[in-house]
């Protein structure tokens, strides 16, 4: 019997996960994981509940993968709070929580990576060296140690959900993969653990990040040149009082590749707030015509 | 139910071939896969019998990878009989042959790959970028495709199953493998699909490898020093008639680093007699004191 935190089940081992897993497969149950790093917030718990109607056990993980982060990064800060999550998990209506140590996930010698090729290139890739392949060799572990038949992920980080889509039908790793759609302040804000780093003046501004993306796409799609519309927007994003812009493109939703006339686009941005880091994205309807995109950098 | 090649039933679609084992799993069998590439010979036949002795269903793959050929290497006059591989097969008890097309295995969009790390550096690794990539990248996918209890490797390809050991522990692939010692003609040439491009002279020459291997093996054993051991068996190939040495070198049988003293060591060596490149390795048992051992080049 796995122990529990409050009233939720935790498993901290690989051996003990499979067991759980293999009882309620036979069983019949169709099986759900919501791989998180924790600290969350409503929109990893609308990632369970989606989860949960769409499978008859949930399994949430929390690891804070250290492999995702850069030596600059906020690996050590970024905010941890197991009792916390755990009791978030239970009123979501979870069934377990998958919670491993690092050396359950890297053991010594561990020299294994995943890549996902040109997808992991651009936006992000960009800027974080080593961060998708990071992201892409832990979840390539989280689904294959779980042994779910379906994982949602959260279209906030877009890029890394076609990253996942990518290596799971490459690898043939056998689960479905959901995306999720962005859950947001009122005020448009995305949610994420990061928003937590925001000082209350940070926080007023945050949230122009996606009222110009979603400017952005409107623009595009009334007939604005891409490059016109990303340009309009990395400027609206500094004048907002951001205090660096890591990049605002127009790209394919899909390929993550320069838009071509007639694909369906998505406008990705991140940009900085002091120390914080925020990314935010939008759907883009496909455009006759549209070309090519790119913007970034402060003014 | 699957299509026939004379008696033996084959698969040629993932679809398919899960909707199988899948059959066999309710039905509590245990299932065994053998990745092959075809130009099946008595090596691959004794995987197969040693499957057979450890599981209730054996599949073996056949599937002549191109992404861990080189641009100069064999990949198109590979020997490919499929008719003849099935008999083989059948009269050896395989259950099921899975002979994926290109389009099955790598769609159009395929992107992602799987590396093993330093694993992959030393010996092949040196002389053949990019191959360990191209067969960690398969032989995931073919694990995850078949979802078998076990999977069977020759320790001819020697550097090849610790990779494969190594991808399947750290990326958590839900399958055990198992090395099977290496399968020799009379004269100790190791069984190999390649020894069929030798010309009789060739032919004659190329038992020498593994003679010279296991005479540097029982040098080192018997208290001489590894770097000397090693020259001497790289002048003893070349004297043989190789036209060209590769590598020949002592390393850790687990980590493939250089070896240490008290550790379990292997003798490998890659040689070649006109265009065929032939490799072999022989185990070394532990030597108190031993060192760092390399030599290769044509003298």
Redesign the interface.
């Known amino acids: 019997m796995p122990l529990k935190i409050g009233t939720l089940a935790v498993v901290r081992k690989?051996d003990e996960l499979?067991r759980v897993v293999a009882q309620w497969h036979r069983a019949g149950d169709v099986v759900a994981l919501v791989p998180t790093m924790g600290a969350l917030h409503r929109g990893h718990l609308t990632l369970v509940g989606e989860a949960r109607a769409l499978a008859d056990r949930v399994i949430a993980s929390i690891f804070v993968n250290p492999t995702q982060f850069g030596p600059n990064e906020d690996f050590n800060r970024y905010p941890r709070d197991e009792a916390a999550d755990a009791a978030k998990l239970a009123e979501a209506h979870c069934d377990l929580l998958y919670a491993p140590d690092l050396a359950e996930m890297y053991p010594a010698?561990?020299?294994?990576?995943?890549?996902?090729?040109?997808?992991a290139e651009p936006l992000c890739g960009r800027f974080r060296p080593g961060h998708f392949a990071g992201v892409?060799?832990v979840v390539?572990?989280l689904l294959?140690?779980a042994?779910a038949d379906l994982a949602c992920f959260g279209e906030k980080d877009y890029q890394q959900l076609q990253i996942i889509r990518?290596?799971v039908r490459?690898?043939?790793?056998?689960v479905r993969t959901e995306g999720v759609p962005t859950v947001r302040e009122e005020d448009g804000l995305a949610l994420s653990s990061r928003n937590a780093y925001l000082s209350p003046e940070e926080r007023r501004i945050a949230p122009a990040l996606h009222r110009v993306l979603a400017e952005v796409a409107v623009r595009a799609s009334a007939g604005t040149p891409g490059d016109e519309a990303a340009s309009w927007g990395a400027a609206a994003v500094n004048a907002a009082g951001f205090t660096k812009l890591d990049y605002l493109e127009i790209r394919d939703a899909e390929?993550l590749a320069p838009l071509a006339a007639g694909r369906p686009g998505r406008v990705f941005a991140a940009a900085w707030l002091g120390k914080t880091r925020l990314i935010d994205n939008e759907p883009l309807p496909p455009i006759p015509g549209a070309g090519t995109v790119e913007a970034g950098g402060k003014a």
């Open positions: 690989v499979r010698g561990f020299a294994a990576t995943v890549s996902a090729g040109p997808l892409a060799t390539t572990k294959l140690q042994c990518r290596v490459d690898l043939d790793i056998p390929s």
